[in-house]
């Protein structure tokens, strides 16, 4: 749960709020009661996940004892490559262009 604060607190307790925030608190800050930012720990991350096309998704072969149950699964993870968008973008950038 997130301790809320004001933005004057975390200005004037910054080396506190962030030696809690080290040890895992997390924080919502607000300016004028309205809250603007999360202040929580850094969660180191890896590379965004990259969904392999169905196209590479293995074949299953007729002796198969579920082979109905294949098919219909990959029918399904296919008709699903038209509605996800998996490509990398910054919205960051886009903001600035």
């Known amino acids: 749960m997130s301790t809320t604060i004001p933005q004057r607190d975390l200005r004037n307790h910054n ?3 962030i030696d ?3 040890a895992g608190e997390a924080f919502i800050v607000t300016r ?3 809250p603007v930012a999360d202040l929580m720990p850094h969660v180191p991350s890896t590379k965004p996940p990259v969904w ?3 196209d590479n998704v293995p074949r299953w072969d007729d002796s198969d004892a579920n ?5 219909g699964w990959l ?3 296919r008709s699903l490559d038209d509605f996800i968008d ?3 973008r910054d919205p960051w950038e886009e903001q600035q262009g």
């Open 15 to 17: 080396a506190q709020i």
């Open 20 to 22: 809690r925030v080290r």
């Open 32 to 34: 004028d009661g309205i």
């Open 52 to 54: 392999r096309s169905s």
């Open 67 to 71: 082979d109905d149950v294949a098919r």
């Open 75 to 77: 029918a399904d993870i």
């Open 86 to 88: 998996d490509s990398i």
